[in-house]
């Protein structure tokens, strides 16, 4: 990360963030380098480093993708599957009519990392599809951060 992007050394809004979670779909067959990289460059131009990942998420009927099982086991972080249900109760700024259409949510990316942030979480960046030279699209991603806990003995106090 450079010095000066945002969440840098310099002290940046997303400096000293809690956990960071990505939502990630994925088309058939998508390879784990169009993954880990689309993934990569969204963190670098958001200022938020790989480092800061705690967990990918998708929708269930893309969990066992290869390229996203390895996309996982390469940050060193677990994949988790959500129902297409679930996610189509999540409210997103970006939903996608072919996602609804491939796999029965509006959403997978915006609404798996929101999901997967839990109550309180806060989606960061929205979703970044990947740009494969000369073929389509066959990643996106999106950036939620899960909320600080609750420091000990300081609830309900003044």
């Known amino acids: ?32 380098e169009e993954v880990a990289g689309l993934i990569g460059r969204t963190l670098a131009v958001a200022g938020l480093s790989v480092g800061g990942v705690v967990e990918l998420a998708t929708v269930e009927t893309k969990a066992a993708e290869p390229g996203l099982v390895a996309a996982a086991a390469r940050l060193g ?5 959500y129902g297409a249900a679930a996610l189509a109760r999540v409210a997103v700024p970006g939903p996608s009519g072919a996602a609804l259409a491939a796999v029965g949510t509006p959403s997978v990316a915006e609404a798996a990392a929101l ?14 599809k990947s740009a494969p030279p000369g073929r389509p699209a066959r990643a996106t991603c999106a950036v939620a951060r899960r909320p600080a806990p609750a420091k000990g003995g300081q609830v309900g106090q003044r």
């Open 77 to 81: 972080v677990p994949l988790r599957g």
């Open 115 to 128: 999901l997967a942030a839990g109550p309180g979480g806060e989606l960061l960046v929205g979703k970044r």
């Open 1 to 32: 990360m450079s010095a000066g992007a945002p969440g840098a050394a310099s002290g940046g809004p997303y400096a000293g963030l809690p956990g960071l979670v990505v939502g990630v779909g994925a088309g058939r067959g998508v390879g784990m």
